[in-house]
DNA sequence: AATCTGACTTACCAATCGGTAAGGGGTACG
DNA sequence: CGTACCCCTTACCGATTGGTAAGTCAGATT
């Protein structure tokens, strides 16, 4: 009984059998957590147990803690990135309210397909130099939605006076509340989700006796 | 310079003078920095060095780090409870539109004045009993703005088909990301965005061309 | 003058956290 | 058969955190 006798890999021969992890399954249980708990409220040692390894093997993955956050929230930012470049670079013929449309579906359904990363995204606040240039990005979609509806403004689609700025960080957060709420046991299918918020955003509340288009 | 030298208040006492802080000015303080940080990012040290005492002090006033939170988000779940039952219980000859085109003013009033306890409140994780007990409110407060755009629907002021649920969530989400962007400094005063707000959520982004009431 | 109380202070603690060091089992390849 | 590499382990560390113990000083009360 030395103390020689550190066994290694004893648990992981006590499992049948298990694929070895990869950064991105990492992170995606990290972020299934963090979701759940909030980033600051959840250790390693949880995201460590969930996946079924050790607190250190988390570190042949990733370089910290910090660097997983990062991981997710690169890939939710760049897929919506790409959806608004999508949405901004669309035939200028087409007219800025349905491009605004695009952007709202298309990032109801973006946000409830990563709902865990998106989620995270939500709620960072810039405690870390990381924190800070996602948000920075953020601000930056949120600028370029805002643009978009300004253009509505010039066109006469929408209404003189309007603050574009507040009107789309209204609309967007309508998305942004989406992610928080909604949970794929629902009665409603994302699917469909989708095109109600779309609806909600242009329209309001379906009432009855208004002018829908 | 015997150890008996332990010396208290000093830094009091160099002070010019201060009032004497109360439980309420020690949590308004505490709130400041968890609505700018987060609460688990924020620590003790942080509000006490904030508010110019040691962390020990805080215990003073206070039980515990929960126990401040606790005394915050009951006053801001309070202040809206209350109103709730305005909403709920104005004259039944009311339409439930009306009603809740209240609710959703009031709310967003309410939302600004208490921003950053409203803040906190909406970023609860359920991670503690006590967060748990807030959680619960905040679903009751969620079902009872539900209830009145089932009863709208029932009336036909909503369209048949419409889901109450999904949009009282949706209403209520945009009140939510309100608290979150909004600084006092804007363009716009706190009291025009309420109207702002109601405008939204009944007919969406005002567009040209479409009825209003 | 003596005492009490409100409002703090410094000094400390145990627990937890993110992170590191070092090593070991399994498999593929020479 | 050796050895190299991947993927992971146990054991540990320093820093930070929420929380506590005990002392203290100014001002009100007696």
């Given at each position: 009984m030395s103390s020689k006798a550190r066994g290694a890999a004893s648990s992981r021969s006590q499992d049948p059998i298990r694929k070895p992890l990869d950064a991105d399954a990492v992170a995606t249980a990290a972020f299934e957590l963090f979701s759940r708990q909030g980033y600051n409220a959840t250790s390693l040692d949880q995201v460590a147990s969930a996946l079924g390894?050790?607190?250190?093997?988390i570190y042949y993955h990733h370089a910290g803690k910090e660097a997983i956050l990062r991981h997710g929230l690169d890939a939710a930012m760049a897929a919506l990135e790409s959806m608004l470049q999508e949405a901004v670079f669309q035939s200028t013929a087409n007219p800025p309210l349905d491009r605004f449309a695009y952007l709202v579906r298309r990032g109801s359904q973006i946000g409830l397909a990563h709902k865990a990363t998106v989620e995270v995204l939500l709620r960072l606040?810039?405690?870390?130099e990381i924190e800070r240039s996602l948000l920075k990005r953020r601000r930056a979609f949120d600028a370029a939605a805002a643009a978009i509806l300004r253009e509505a403004v010039t066109t006469g689609d929408?209404?003189?006076?309007?603050n574009p700025t507040v009107l789309a960080s209204l609309s967007i957060g309508v998305i942004n509340t989406l992610v928080e709420w909604?949970?794929?046991?629902?009665?409603?299918?994302a699917g469909e989700l989708a095109e109600v918020v779309v609806r909600f955003v242009m329209?309001?509340?379906?009432?009855?006796?208004t002018e829908r288009i």
């Open positions: 390894i050790s607190k250190a093997a606040k810039g405690n870390s929408l209404q003189a006076g309007s909604y949970r794929p046991d629902r009665a409603i299918p329209s309001g509340l379906p009432r009855t006796g």
